[in-house]
């Protein structure tokens, strides 16, 4: 449901806001202050008011490190948080922080100038320069009198414009209008410093707006939007890979939250324990004790630390004794903090159940963190989002604020990061957009029993297998194939009768069927295997999926998914993008297989140009006229040269096409045809043996092989062909894309038929076409291929080899980086940030 309907019709649904009997809300503050040196400078303080909502944590958390990496270390900087504040009707408005500028005045207390800003935005300057703007009299400044989205404000004059009441009652358009009703309130800003997306300007833009939602390269509102790439995306995403790589946290430990310490505070004064509201207990039913008892006997944890209010743990309260186990269990509840007293003190696990979901938002990433610092090995945590209320002995409560499964999941991922050797479990239960309960469960980290075990789901396309083979090849753990049997309308059968609930066979390989004990983590790559592998993760659901290609299916349906740049698919949090296919090859094999076939290129002179031929597909066309000019083209080519032609065909080459090859290089000699039945394809070797290769340009496959041999290579393509299907599906790609713009100039957030075409394409209902040209322009200007016909250079090429790094990234995205093989042999081509595109809007830098 589009964002704006489902907006609309929450407004008709939900109730009006209770009074507030807040005069001023409590508001939380980032602080940064001054340096000792330097205070008492008389500079005034920089005061921020940041219009934020909870799901813009980590567009908060990059706004306030962009402050940090620009200030003046002399000055103070004070940044207050608007977010839930009482009273607001907040049921009509586009952000969940619409009107909160205009109660800014009042929030500051009616003297002084403060800015205001949303927080979809990074300073590139000092925002103290912008503080100190000489406002000529004016009541506040903004870049137009409409645009209110950064503003210096004088309080002291906009105080009696812009008051509290006024906010939460009035409605943005009405408050704009009431203060440009009064004489010279409005002055104009620098545009450089609101400059949005498409406004950027290196060197010149002193804060950068990402105002098209469906372009926000932190994906706040996954439920509401389809997500493309930025142009300018990578300007935030390094901002927060320096946030990261810092270990940068608006508040920590040493400076917690307000709301953390009045809710220690609070706990603290209350010696009786925390107990459950009995009329929803039955909510809160722990996950299965046994599989937690079977993790810490796997981890062979002795030491184990009990965090929560909930008086057992899961997987001790089966065992009467401890003892029993070996098991040396400390008990704390969220008021001990044990952080606090045992710093150096560590644990083999920490249970955490019932705790982290009572915890202001703001503090939930160090928290959880400091969990993972207090566990050697295991971490495991349950986390009820919508569990019953905590009810302390006189009879109040211990409010629970609402957070979504993402929220939880990045805090946690972000933490396994800092702490690589730590295996966490997470059970998490948590309501949907619709108010859904909806139970998950994550995990991450190394495992406890060694190395990861992988299968690879390989069906009748060798192009695909070799993919998933390549990258477990890559990513050097052991692993076992599994040739699926069954065909697709089977599997649409076993699905019926699961929803129908009766029993249904499970897939089958050439061995027998798939049953436990199940892999660590499945590796599958196209329309079929992928479709499998998620049928397996039902059955297991600790078990992690890596699935690649165009066809691997929506994005929330795996923990990982990676495809090529130039398929146009939606960003998401969980999709690695690469420039072509992952594939098996490297200068060990192609040397092995050479060695073993010479007969095959005994008396050929040299250089020897070797063509990977292609042919029929939903896309491609190639004929016997294109195969015979192909072979006449290879045969004047290698003439040129002084040496020899050859071909190698493939599956979808087909033998009328294989005979007009041959016809037009001379001879049946020089093209290896292609045979279902073959055992000993001798593709490789003449990779091997090449000394410059072609490949018609269909084949991304065939093309990412010969890219990684460091030879000259050549494109050249074939004829297209274009369905009906084609058709559709590239208008609905560009309708999907379409910027629609308002009177301001700023791109509308998604809406009908552009929303619609946009799910189709995220839920693959509709892919969109191969961007085949930009394909072939990228790898010209990396230096990596020519188009058949270009001016002649056989000079060898820097080798794409996109494997190794892109391993290292599949690794640590499941949290298996002590695990990746760290092999000496084929070194590889340092990769450079275009190599690879991990996160949202870096398409845009290798692809026009």
């Keep these: 449901m589009a964002f704006l309907i489902k907006r609309l019709l ?132 903004s870049i137009q009198p409409r645009d209110t989205s950064v503003m210096l404000i004088d309080c002291a004059r906009m105080a009696r414009v812009w008051t509290l009441q006024g906010a939460r009652r009035l409605r943005r358009k009405s408050l704009e209008a009431k203060a440009l009703a009064v004489p010279e309130s409005w002055g104009e800003l620098d545009a450089a410093w609101n400059a949005r997306d498409s406004e950027y300007t290196p060197g010149r833009s002193r804060l950068v707006h990402f105002t098209t939602l469906q372009t926000q390269p932190w994906l706040p509102f996954p439920e509401d939007y389809v997500y493309w790439p930025n142009p300018v995306g990578t300007v935030w995403l390094e901002l927060e890979r320096s946030a990261d790589q810092a270990g940068y946290q608006p508040f920590d430990a040493a400076n917690p ?127 009820y989002d919508c569990a019953p209320l905590k009810r302390l002995p006189d009879g109040s409560a211990l409010a629970i604020p609402p957070r979504r499964s993402p929220r939880w999941i990045a805090c946690f991922e972000q933490a396994s990061r800092r702490h690589p050797g730590v295996h966490w479990r997470l059970e998490l239960t948590t309501r949907d957009a619709l108010g859904r309960r909806r139970r998950e469960t994550r995990v991450g980290g190394p495992l406890v029993h060694g190395a990861p075990r992988a299968w690879i789901l390989a069906h009748h396309k060798p192009g695909h297998t070799s993919q998933a083979i390549g990258l477990a090849e890559a990513l050097g753990w052991p692993y076992e194939v599994k040739h699926l049997q069954t065909l697709p309308w089977a599997l649409a059968a076993r699905w019926l009768l699961q929803k129908l609930g009766l029993p249904a066979r499970p897939e089958s390989d050439s061995s027998g069927e798939l049953r436990p004990p199940w892999p660590d983590v499945v590796i599958a790559a ?154 000993d394809n001798p593709y490789f070797a003449y990779l091997g043996a090449a000394d410059v290769l072609v490949v018609t340009g269909d084949s991304e496959s065939m093309l990412a092989e010969a890219a990684a041999t460091g030879k000259p290579l050549y494109i050249y393509p074939i004829t297209e062909r274009i369905r009906l299907w084609d058709r559709v599906s590239r ?53 990596v291929a020519q188009m058949f016909g270009a001016p002649l250079d056989v000079q060898p090429r820097i080798p794409l080899r996109e494997s190794k790094e892109l391993a290292l990234r599949v690794s640590e995205a499941l949290g298996f980086r002590d695990h990746v093989a760290q092999r000496a042999a084929d070194p590889v081509q340092p990769a450079r940030p275009a190599d690879l595109a991990y996160a949202v809007g870096e398409r845009a830098q290798f692809v026009s």
């Design 257 to 383: 939250s307000a709301g953390y310490r009045a809710l220690q505070a609070r706990l603290r004064s209350r010696t009786a324990s925390v107990t459950d509201s009995p009329s929803t207990l039955a909510d809160t039913t722990a996950s299965g004790s046994p599989a937690i008892r079977h993790l810490l006997q796997q981890s062979k944890a002795r030491t184990i630390l009990g965090f929560g209010f909930a008086t057992e743990l899961p997987g001790l309260a089966e065992e009467p004794d401890e003892q029993k186990s070996g098991w040396v269990v400390q008990r704390s509840a969220p008021g001990d903090a044990p952080w606090d007293e045992a710093a150096a003190q560590s644990f083999d696990a920490v249970l955490c159940r019932r705790a982290l979901e009572y915890f202001p938002d703001e503090d939930l990433p160090w928290l959880i963190e400091k969990l993972f610092s207090l566990s050697a090995r295991v971490l495991h945590a349950e986390v």
């Design 731 to 783: 208008w609905v790609a560009r309708q999907a894309q379409a910027e629609i713009r308002n009177r301001r100039g700023s791109v509308r957030p998604q809406r009908g038929l552009q929303y619609l075409c946009a799910r189709l394409i995220e839920r693959a209902w509709v892919l969109p076409p191969r961007d085949t040209p930009a394909l072939y322009q990228a790898l010209i200007e990396r230096g």
């Design 10 to 141: 929450s407004g008709l649904v939900k109730r009006g806001p209770a009074r507030s009997r807040d005069r001023q809300p409590k508001l939380e503050r980032i602080l940064f202050p001054a340096t000792r040196e330097s205070a008492g400078n008389g500079k005034p303080t920089v005061r921020i008011y940041l219009g934020t909502e909870a799901a813009q944590f980590r567009a908060e958390r990059v706004f306030a490190w962009s402050i940090a990496k620009v200030r003046d270390p002399s000055r103070r900087y004070e940044i207050y948080l608007l977010k839930d504040l009482p009273g607001f009707d907040r049921r009509w408005w586009l952000t969940g922080f619409t009107a909160y500028r205009f109660a800014v005045p009042e929030l500051a207390g009616g003297t002084g100038r403060a800015i205001y800003n949303d927080t979809d935005q990074i300073y590139l300057a000092d925002p103290a320069e912008l503080f100190d703007t000489a406002m000529q009299g004016h009541g506040f400044l």
């Design 526 to 679: 196209g329309w079929y295997p992928t479709r499998v592998a998620r049928w397996l993760r039902r059955e297991n659901p600790a078990m992690r999926l890596v699935l690649l290609g165009r066809k691997s299916g929506p994005t929330g349906a795996s923990d990982l998914l990676i495809g090529c740049a130039h398929f146009d698919l939606p960003v998401a949090a969980n999709r690695i993008e690469t420039l072509l296919p992952v594939h098996a090859v490297s200068p060990r094999r192609l040397q092995s297989e050479l060695e073993r076939r010479p007969e095959l290129f005994d008396g050929l002179p040299c250089p020897r140009v070797v063509a990977l031929v292609g042919g029929n597909s939903k896309h491609s066309l190639l004929d016997t006229a294109g195969a015979y000019r192909l072979g006449k083209d290879l045969q004047a080519f290698a003439k040129e040269l002084g040496g020899s032609a050859l071909a190698i065909t493939s599956r979808r080459t087909g033998t009328r096409a294989a005979a007009s090859l041959k016809a037009g290089i001379g001879g049946s000699q020089y093209v290896h045809e292609w045979r279902r039945d073959e055992p």
